[in-house]
Every structure is written in structure tokens, then in C-alpha cells.
């Protein structure tokens, strides 16, 4: 075999090495899906307000701290409502005392008084009556003194039924009303308090002690999310969607770091696109393309923070 031949055969093994190089290459430029992502709290973030104008008496957290549900944050001053409620619990227990021995006595002295004058006006008809039929009485004069007996008889009914009320003491209905008013005195109270809707962290204070608060211009007291419970929301290309599948699973790099931070499992794929809005780092990268959002978790113990920015890169089959 000649040295040409051998030449020849040498660059043709040559060029097939290199062609299935470029090969293997390429399909795994294919089968890479690079996204870009951002860490987010599962439940959101949410900005709390307080629920009626006021001065911010007190503001019971810093930035950072952990809460919990139900937790108070903050408290507007409150004085009028504070008493009003005093005055609604006043009336409750009034109310639910009924009416003293003094009370009642007076009730049945009132209406003594008044039988007496009745007693004494009916004495005074009769005898109008008679005087009357021996033509001494006018008509007039007798029909005044009747009027007189018939206006004593239903002021003494009246005061006999008020003086049984006053004993016999107050009807579930008042004291039902005045719990009612004392459960609305309270409820108005408790709007001063700014409370935790759910366990998290605190991540940012606005107003502090002492400034005014309204619920003309709302401004919120302050922004808190669950930290513990994280995921990531993925922007992935139109042409890249159906490459990807739930539980998948790709690994991250955050933004500054230069070498992966941990793997990110695909959970929910959403069925909706939409326009780019993530930072793209890539310069090269259309940023005219449809996306479509991915829910993924971040797998084992990696530390992620919620707003943090990822590259995540899928290796699909």
C-alpha cells in the first residue's frame, strides 16, 4: 500500500471522528432547555393595611422577624372607640342589674298617689251626678268631672303596669340589644389592631410609631410573605414547551454564582402564554418570543430567597 493510500485513509477516519463529534454535539445542544426563572413565595407576598385612620400607636415587629398567624403587628390609637366600648359595657351591666329597691318603690308610691286622686275625682263625679239631677250642675261642669275620673283611671293603669316592669326586671330583648351593641363597640375597637393573616417573615416596614395612617389614601403598614414555602416560576420559549414535562427535574445557577446552586423539579405547567417579562441575561436571545410559565420546587436543602433570579438548564430526552 502506497504512502498516499495511507494518507488518504488516515484523513477519512479523521473526518468521520470529527463529524460524529459535531454530531454528538449537537444533539446535546438539542436536548438542553435553558429558561431563565424567579423565586417566589407559594402564597405571595402581601401588604397589610391597617383598617381605620388613625396614628400608628405602636408598631410591634422589625424587618425580619418570623410571625405568626393571628400575630399583632401594629395598633392605630383608638381612644373613642375604646370609649365607646367602655359606655356599651356600662349599659350591659345596668341593663342586666335591672332596677333598684329605690326604683321600684317609687314606681308604686307614683302609683298610690295617682289611685288616691282617681279615688277622689270618682267621689267628686258622683256627686256632680246627683247635684246634676236637682238641676245645680251644668252640663258642662259634669262632663268635666267626668273626663277628670276617666284621664286618673288610665294614668293609675299605666303606673300600675310600670311599677310590675320595673319588678319584674329587664326583658330579654333589652339585654339582647345591648350585648349586640356591646359586640359592635368591640368589633370597632379590634379594627385598631394590624394582624398577621399568616405564618411568615417580615419583609418590609413603611410608616413607623407615631405616623398617621388613612383609609381615604390606603398605605400599607407593611409587606410579609411565608419565606418557607418557595418556588420557582419559570418564563419557558414557545418552541421549547412540549420538550419539558412535570417532574422533570434541571439544575440552577443564580445570578453571580459560577457554577450550579442545586436542581429545580417541574411541578405545574401552566396553559397559558404570554409575552417575555423576566430578565434575560442572554444578549443573543430573541425577546419578542411567547413564553410559557412553569411552576417548579427547588429540591433538597438549598437556600433560596424569595425574589432571587435563576437560569435553569433541562436535559430532555
Same mark, same amino acid.
Given at each position: 500500500?502506497?504512502?498516499?493510500?495511507?494518507?488518504?485513509?488516515?484523513?477519512?477516519?479523521c473526518?468521520?471522528?470529527? =463529524?460524529?463529534?459535531?454530531?454528538? +454535539?449537537?444533539?446535546? =445542544?438539542?436536548?438542553?432547555?435553558?429558561?431563565?426563572?424567579?423565586?417566589?413565595?407559594?402564597?405571595g407576598?402581601?401588604?397589610?393595611?391597617?383598617q381605620?385612620?388613625?396614628?400608628?400607636?405602636?408598631?410591634?415587629v422589625?424587618?425580619?422577624?418570623?410571625?405568626?398567624?393571628?400575630m399583632?403587628?401594629?395598633?392605630?390609637? +383608638?381612644?373613642?372607640e375604646?370609649?365607646?366600648?367602655?359606655?356599651?359595657?356600662?349599659k350591659?351591666?345596668?341593663?342586666?342589674?335591672?332596677?333598684?329597691?329605690e326604683?321600684?318603690?317609687?314606681a308604686?308610691?307614683?302609683?298610690?298617689?295617682?289611685?288616691a286622686e282617681?279615688?277622689?275625682?270618682?267621689?267628686?263625679?258622683?256627686?256632680?251626678?246627683?247635684?246634676?239631677?236637682?238641676?245645680?250642675?251644668?252640663?258642662?261642669?259634669?262632663?268635666?268631672?267626668?273626663?277628670?275620673? +276617666?284621664t286618673?283611671?288610665?294614668?293609675?293603669?299605666?303606673?300600675?303596669?310600670?311599677?310590675?316592669?320595673?319588678?319584674?326586671?329587664?326583658l330579654?330583648?333589652?339585654?339582647?340589644?345591648?350585648?349586640a351593641?356591646?359586640?359592635?363597640?368591640?368589633?370597632?375597637?379590634?379594627?385598631?389592631?394590624?394582624?398577621?393573616?399568616?405564618a411568615?417573615?417580615?419583609?418590609?416596614?413603611?410608616p413607623?410609631?407615631?405616623?398617621f395612617?388613612?383609609l381615604?389614601?390606603?398605605?400599607?403598614?407593611?409587606?410579609?410573605?411565608?419565606?418557607?414555602?418557595?418556588?420557582v416560576?419559570?418564563?419557558?420559549?414557545?418552541?421549547?414547551?412540549?420538550?419539558?414535562?412535570?417532574?422533570?427535574?434541571?439544575?440552577?445557577t443564580?445570578?453571580?454564582?459560577g457554577?450550579?446552586?442545586?436542581?429545580?423539579v417541574?411541578?405545574?405547567?401552566?396553559?397559558?402564554f404570554?409575552?417575555?417579562?423576566?430578565?434575560?441575561p442572554? =444578549?443573543?436571545?430573541?425577546?419578542?418570543?411567547?413564553?410559557l410559565?412553569?411552576?417548579?420546587?427547588?429540591?433538597?436543602?438549598?437556600?433560596v430567597?424569595?425574589?432571587q433570579?435563576?437560569?435553569?438548564?433541562?436535559?430532555?430526552?
Amino acid at each position: 500500500m502506497s504512502e498516499r493510500t495511507n494518507w488518504f485513509i488516515l484523513l477519512v477516519a479523521c473526518g468521520s471522528a470529527l =463529524s460524529i463529534g459535531a454530531a454528538e +454535539a449537537v444533539k446535546a =445542544s438539542n436536548s438542553k432547555v435553558i429558561c431563565v426563572g424567579r423565586v417566589e413565595a407559594v402564597d405571595g407576598e402581601v401588604e397589610l393595611s391597617a383598617q381605620m385612620s388613625g396614628t400608628l400607636r405602636a408598631v410591634l415587629v422589625k424587618e425580619g422577624d418570623r410571625v405568626t398567624n393571628g400575630m399583632i403587628l401594629a395598633e392605630v390609637d +383608638a381612644r373613642r372607640e375604646k370609649a365607646a366600648l367602655d359606655l356599651a359595657v356600662a349599659k350591659l351591666a345596668r341593663v342586666r342589674a335591672g332596677n333598684g329597691k329605690e326604683e321600684i318603690a317609687a314606681a308604686y308610691a307614683n302609683r298610690e298617689a295617682l289611685a288616691a286622686e282617681l279615688a277622689f275625682a270618682e267621689s267628686e263625679y258622683q256627686r256632680a251626678t246627683r247635684l246634676h239631677k236637682e238641676r245645680v250642675f251644668a252640663d258642662d261642669e259634669l262632663d268635666k268631672r267626668r273626663q277628670q275620673a +276617666a284621664t286618673l283611671q288610665k294614668q293609675v293603669a299605666s303606673a300600675e303596669k310600670q311599677a310590675g316592669a320595673l319588678k319584674r326586671g329587664p326583658l330579654p330583648e333589652d339585654i339582647a340589644l345591648a350585648e349586640a351593641e356591646v359586640g359592635a363597640a368591640r368589633t370597632a375597637y379590634e379594627m385598631r389592631l394590624v394582624r398577621a393573616v399568616s405564618a411568615g417573615s417580615v419583609l418590609q416596614l413603611y410608616p413607623h410609631a407615631g405616623d398617621f395612617v388613612s383609609l381615604s389614601f390606603p398605605t400599607p403598614v407593611l409587606r410579609m410573605a411565608n419565606t418557607h414555602r418557595l418556588r420557582v416560576r419559570l418564563e419557558v420559549n414557545e418552541q421549547d414547551v412540549y420538550r419539558l414535562k412535570e417532574g422533570l427535574e434541571g439544575e440552577f445557577t443564580t445570578f453571580g454564582a459560577g457554577k450550579p446552586g442545586g436542581r429545580v423539579v417541574v411541578k405545574t405547567i401552566l396553559a397559558s402564554f404570554a409575552p417575555r417579562r423576566l430578565f434575560e441575561p442572554d =444578549s443573543t436571545a430573541r425577546m419578542d418570543t411567547r413564553t410559557l410559565q412553569v411552576l417548579g420546587e427547588v429540591v433538597g436543602d438549598v437556600r433560596v430567597y424569595s425574589g432571587q433570579r435563576l437560569t435553569v438548564t433541562f436535559i430532555c430526552q
